[in-house]
């Protein structure tokens, strides 16, 4: 029996997870929850799974937590907030297995801390990798402490490469759908709107990373992610746009043969993989053979999606320019779908960002987060 802290319990990534546990509760168990605002929804899933805690992301909403609970007579649930109860949440002696699924650097302390504790990770977040992939994987590599991506690309990657040596591995391949302006012609790139960005073809997905799938910067930071979760150069990782979302990527080896990993597209398949891996438990997730006669792979356009280019960069320099890259883009990302800049104004409002960020590998947490606010101000000061 595995007992599970789900950090970011009621995001979709969160919900997946805790419907993984229903279909095998002789396999999983609820420790701890971290949600963040949304309280109706903790709520419901401190009834329903009894953790030992639950935290909230503030004092108030935790207050609010423990009265709901209390006048429901639900006992034996503590509730804390913040920072800190999500840390809690992600060392809580009972919990053996930690999903990391709060979006944005937010969930790095306390992916942090479960590594130092010496809890498996399954790493939804790639916002971590990308800020602080140079820290936690020399921490878990240091523990010994596996960490299994539950991102749809690293998850098949991670497969892939249970086939082979490292020193044999030539080529990550990472798919990419494209988005919903692979065709567009790029004269019209600037009149996006947030409306037809927010439309994505194949994922259902939170905001920024649907609009980060339309820009493809969220490629970009999967690129910066590969490298570090499977310790390869920029060179060794390439984007192949693939916009049936049905190969989800490969592993070209040097001897020529590429293996890719197939599969329905559903992530409650990465997130098994991960809780169970090295296991494969049989489920119900079934895929439609007839859905492999019609796929296409073509080169990404780096004129369309400038983003992909300032993420290899980023990539090649690592520390603060990943930190900048994902900061930069969050805050353009905000003022695009508040109507302040255009489309186009994304990858520019990063170069500029990029631009001025000194070269820095940041050796702590706290560092990251200092540079990331940093990348923030700047990138708030060319906005304003
Ligand atoms: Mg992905």
């Known amino acids: 029996m595995k007992n599970l802290a789900i950090l970011g319990s009621t995001g979709s990534i969160g919900q997946s997870t805790l419907s993984i546990v229903e279909q095998f509760p002789d396999r999983y168990s609820v420790a701890a929850l971290a949600a963040g605002h949304n309280i109706d929804e903790a709520f419901a899933q401190a009834v329903r799974w009894h953790p030992r805690l639950v935290s909230m992301a503030t004092e108030e909403l935790a207050g609010e937590l423990s009265a709901r609970l209390r006048k429901a007579g639900v006992t034996g649930i503590e509730v804390a907030y913040g920072t800190e109860g999500t840390v809690a949440c992600a060392t809580l002696p009972e919990a053996d297995f930690v999903v990391s699924a709060i979006v944005g650097v937010a969930g790095l302390e306390a992916t942090h801390a479960a590594i130092l504790s010496g809890k498996p990770i399954g790493l939804a977040n790639k916002e971590c990798m990308v800020a602080a992939g140079e820290i936690l994987t020399a921490a878990a590599r240091e523990r010994n402490v596996p960490i299994l991506p539950i991102d749809s690309e690293h998850n098949a990657v991670h497969q892939c490469l249970r086939v082979g040596a490292h020193s044999e591995v030539k080529t990550i391949w990472l798919t990419a759908s494209g988005g919903p302006f692979r065709k567009l012609p790029l004269d019209q790139f600037a009149s996006i709107t947030p409306e037809q960005a927010l439309k994505h073809p194949t994922w259902v997905m939170g905001r920024r990373i649907t609009i980060d799938s339309a820009t493809m910067l969220n490629k970009g930071l999967e690129i910066i992610e590969a490298c570090r979760l499977f310790d390869v150069t920029p060179c060794q990782v390439?984007?192949?746009?693939?916009?049936?979302?049905?190969?989800?990527?490969?592993?070209?080896?040097?001897?020529?043969?590429?293996?890719?990993?197939?599969?329905?597209?559903?992530?409650?398949?990465?997130?098994?993989?991960?809780?169970?891996?090295?296991?494969?438990?049989?489920?119900?997730l079934t895929f439609d053979m007839a859905a492999l006669s019609h796929l296409e792979f073509e080169q990404p356009d780096f004129e369309r999606f400038p983003c992909l280019r300032l993420a290899f960069e980023a990539a090649e320099k690592g520390g603060a320019h990943c930190i900048a890259l994902n900061a930069a883009d969050e805050v353009a990302v905000e003022a695009f779908l508040e109507r302040r800049i255009p489309f186009t104004g994304i990858p520019r409002t990063i170069e500029k960002v990029l631009a001025s960020t000194t070269e820095a590998h940041p050796a702590t947490i706290a560092g990251v987060l200092a540079a990331d606010r940093e990348a923030r101000q700047t990138a708030r000061a060319l906005l304003a």
């Open 238 to 284: 390439r984007v192949t746009v693939h916009p049936q979302s049905t190969v989800h990527s490969l592993v070209e080896y040097v001897d020529g043969s590429i293996l890719a990993q197939i599969s329905v597209t559903d992530m409650r398949l990465p997130i098994l993989y991960a809780l169970a891996y090295p296991e494969r438990p049989a489920s119900t």
